[in-house]
């Protein structure tokens, strides 16, 4: 594959993207750095946060967007004023598990560019993929087209989470599977709030209206600071056990390489 975590540690993460290695802040890596400094200060671009977004330094003439290979599909890697560079690799794990389900339809709220949206449509699915930017939905279906996708049955839609969901209910809509990746905060294509503290469990009751009779998963993953995966595995839990399905939770990690040192990634609840 064209990604590796090379390394971690005093609060930042090494990773080589293809032919290019970018150092990033990551508030997760307390411990201590594996290589040394001159290794970290060889890295191709380092992202300075400042406020919200912050600013990349190029020690190389670094492309705005380049393409690379991860889990049997292409992705392009373009570095963003908010540290993103459109790839989440630990969420492979959950990109495997959706795959195996054998749902016929999926939705996929919060799709960002795409990843999980690929691996079900790939895995024969057809997929509805919601987010509120504009860019990330058009940088989603750029990495189907990039990855033999582009005629797969998947619909890209910019729009609100908490607003298409409710259209939907109104339609009679059913889905066999329901993904959930909901930032912590955020606004949608109409300047909607969201607030994954007052929203998300509201969001959740609505996606248990979407099922089939006889679906096939509901997945949410999250990256808010403060909460557990316990927490969202109570969330789904009455949709779990309409249904009849064990509920499973846990941390999503990347190994670094040549070790087996695990970078915490985001929390994961699952029921199928």
């Known amino acids: 594959m064209d ?12 990773e080589r993207f293809g032919e290019y290695v970018l150092c990033r802040p990551d508030p997760q890596a307390l411990w201590e750095r594996r290589l040394p400094v001159s290794v970290w200060d060889a890295c191709d671009a380092r992202f300075e946060r400042k406020g919200e977004k912050g600013q990349w330094h190029s020690s190389t003439e670094l492309p705005k ?6 889990g049997g599909f292409t992705f392009l890697i373009k570095p963003t004023s908010f540290k993103h560079v459109g790839l989440f690799p630990e969420q492979i794990e959950n990109w495997d598990w959706v795959a195996a389900r054998g749902a016929k339809s999926v939705l996929n709220l919060f799709g960002y ?4 949206t690929l691996a079900a449509a790939k895995a024969g699915a057809s997929v509805t993929h919601i987010d509120a930017s504009k860019t990330a939905v058009e940088w989603g279906r750029k990495n189907a087209e990039l990855s033999g996708l582009a005629t797969a049955p998947v ?15 109104k339609r ?8 959930l990746d909901p930032p912590s905060f955020g606004h949608g294509p109409n300047d909607e709030l969201w607030k994954i503290e007052e929203d998300l469990i509201p969001l959740v009751k609505k996606c248990g209206g979407l099922l089939t009779e006889k679906p096939s998963f509901i997945l949410l993953n999250g990256y808010a600071e403060g909460y557990s995966h316990i927490a969202f ?25 040549d070790s087996t040192r695990l970078l915490p990634a985001g929390i994961y609840a699952r029921a199928s």
């Open 155 to 169: 619909r890209w839609i910019v729009e609100d989470a908490m607003r298409f969901v409710d259209r939907e209910l």
């Open 233 to 257: 595995q109570n969330i789904i839990a009455p949709i779990a056990n309409l249904h009849g399905w064990a509920v499973e939770g846990g941390e999503l990690t990347i190994q670094e390489k």
């Open 172 to 179: 009679g809509t059913k889905y066999d599977g329901i993904i």
């Open 65 to 70: 967007e380049w393409e690379i290979q991860y």
């Open 113 to 116: 560019t795409g990843g999980a």
């Open 3 to 14: 990604y590796e975590l090379l390394d971690s540690g005093e609060g930042e993460k090494l």
